[in-house]
């Protein structure tokens, strides 16, 4: 249950770092994907006078089904929008010493980009949205003849 004061929300935009890794749990047969995600951010350095760009990286985890989508339809470089929570988890290492990191587990995942890259998607999960989330459907798909837009 959720503290009515706290929220663990994360939402991306960015690109693929790589194809994402999927493997299946021995037990349950139920998919992981793991890949990176890329985020850019412009900013200004007053001391050099000139604007430079900050790239940040983002392990991401994916499950079920999703992480089947994941399989099927993401590719490096491809740009997505990701709706997740933040995790953090602990292992130790050959030497036995605490380590930690930081991961987002995607509960969403909408394909942005190019109608032609996306196509492909639009038999699976019934969109280009796929959702983990039991309680969210994904977005109704726009008629491609529809140039009004409803409001």
């Not at 995607?106 to 890259?117: P, W």
Request: proline share 5%.
């Amino acid at each position: 249950m959720r503290d009515i004061n706290s929220l663990n929300k994360v939402i991306l935009i960015g690109r693929l770092g790589q194809n994402p890794e999927v493997r299946y749990i021995p037990q349950t047969e139920r998919a992981v994907a793991n890949f990176t995600l890329a985020t850019n951010e412009k900013f200004y350095s007053p001391t050099t006078n000139e604007s430079d760009i900050r790239v940040e990286w983002h392990k991401i985890v994916a499950w079920g089904k999703l992480a089947e989508f994941c399989e099927k339809f993401l590719v490096q470089g491809k740009q997505i929008l990701i709706e997740g929570k933040l995790r953090t988890r602990n292992w130790q290492d050959k030497e036995g010493n605490k380590r930690y990191t930081t991961e987002i587990h995607a509960g969403n995942i909408v394909l942005l980009g190019k109608r032609e890259d996306t196509a492909a998607a639009q038999n699976f999960g019934g969109g280009q949205e796929v959702s983990e989330f039991p309680s969210e459907k994904p977005s109704p798909e726009v008629p491609e003849d529809d140039d009004e837009v409803p409001f």
